[in-house]
């Protein structure tokens, strides 16, 4: 079945640094991603879209410029967030659908921890 | 996208058969049911999704209200490896994007 691959798993990081994260589809490619976040004992909530060649398109009340998304192959997708602080800890979850009407595969999330 | 709402917990004995309703008496024609769970510090993981009739696949059938406001997710026998959150979420499926709410968060007793 299809696979989406994300990296690292978790990772530490000093506050006032930047992280970058990556989404891979390894036997389908992906035109469109996306990335979510989940805070403990909550939902995972949509942050934004990531469109293959294209600026991807956030939801209301997520920093662009703090969240910065480039998917820049069929395959590939990252999320840098900059700057990081303490309240940006957090489980960030990409996905991808296999086509137009085909149910999202999700990545396994990576848990980010600024100190 | 039309709201959908869970109760907030279920608990189930292992081997027997679970039943996880989910109401979305808003659902509008065009709108999918889907099916997704998620293990502890996993990502979520696809169940199953529909339409109108009722869907049967290797991990759960999906029984769908005839009026369609209403859905079931059928678990035919729990093990403890269902132990998760599982979330109904309504789609038109265009460009699969998902609203996730709450969720049901599901317990197997041994």
């Known amino acids: 079945g299809a696979v989406v691959s994300q990296h690292p798993s978790w990772v530490i990081c000093k506050s006032g640094t930047s992280v970058k994260i990556e989404c891979r589809s390894l036997?389908?490619?992906?035109?469109?991603m996306f990335w979510y976040r989940q805070f403990p004992k909550q939902s995972l909530m949509l942050m934004a879209t990531?469109?293959?060649?294209?600026?991807?398109?956030?939801e209301q009340g997520v920093e662009k410029d703090k969240f910065l998304i480039n998917h820049a192959s069929l395959t590939l997708s990252t999320l840098t967030v900059t700057s990081a602080h303490p309240e940006d800890s957090s489980f960030y979850i990409c996905?991808?659908?296999?086509?137009?009407?085909?149910?999202?595969?999700f990545g396994n999330g990576t848990r980010l921890t600024v100190t | 996208d039309a709201k959908t709402t869970q109760p907030n917990s279920m608990e189930s004995n292992e081997e027997e058969p679970v039943h996880l309703p989910c109401n979305h008496s808003?659902?509008?024609?065009?709108?999918?049911i889907h099916w997704y769970r998620q293990l502890p510090s996993q990502g979520p993981e696809y169940v199953i999704h529909?339409?109108?009739s009722n869907v049967n696949n290797r991990m759960a059938s999906l029984a769908i209200a005839e009026d369609r406001k209403s859905s079931t997710l059928i678990l035919h026998r729990a093990t403890l490896r269902d132990a998760a959150v599982y979330y109904c979420?309504?789609?038109?499926?265009?460009?699969?994007?998902?609203?996730f709410g709450k969720g049901i968060t599901l317990s197997v007793r041994p």
């Open positions: 979420i309504l789609s038109t499926g265009a460009n699969s994007k998902l609203t």
């Open positions: 529909g339409l109108t």
């Open positions: 990531s469109n293959e060649g294209s600026k991807a398109t956030y």
């Open positions: 996905s991808a659908p296999t086509g137009n009407y085909s149910p999202l595969h």
């Open positions: 808003t659902i509008s024609g065009t709108d999918y």
């Open positions: 036997d389908f490619q992906a035109t469109t």
